[in-house]
Nanobody, 118 residues
Framework: QVQLVESGGGLVQAGGSLRLSCAAS????????MGWYRQAPGKQREVVAT???????NYADSVKGRFTISRDNAKRTSYLQMNSLKPEDTAVYYC????????????WGQGTQVTVSS
């Protein structure tokens, strides 16, 4: 079992920055791929960025060059640094932990709201 708690969301003007954090507890953090997803009103949840235990990263095209995902295994925390924010980045952002073993199960945080004003 893994428990995930996000923090760092809020209201920011377009062009501004926010850093989201995801604190994990309950299992071996290092063997999970950590990811950030978002869901805007009326839209499906979409992947924003992921980082594997081997530190391979992947980003949605819409955030490449603006967002950076990272992880600190000692602190059991993953981060999403968001720069040059746009109004279309407004969404609830969810932290995900995907077990890299054969079972491949997922855990989700409760979500944190990010609102970017124009």
């Amino acid at each position: 079992q893994v428990q995930l708690v996000e923090s760092g969301g809020g209201l920011v003007q377009a062009g501004g920055s926010l850093r989201l954090s995801c604190a994990a507890s309950g299992s071996i953090f290092s063997i999970y791929t950590m990811g950030w997803y978002r869901q805007a009103p009326g839209k499906q949840r979409e992947v924003v960025a992921t980082i594997t235990s081997a530190l391979r990263t992947n980003y949605a095209d819409s955030v490449k060059g603006r967002f950076t995902i990272s992880r600190d295994n000692a602190k059991r925390t993953s981060y999403l640094q968001m720069n040059s924010l746009k109004p279309e980045d407004t969404a609830v952002y969810y932290c995900n932990a995907h077990y890299e073993g054969p079972a491949g199960y997922d855990y989700w945080g409760q979500g944190t709201q990010v609102t970017v004003s124009s």
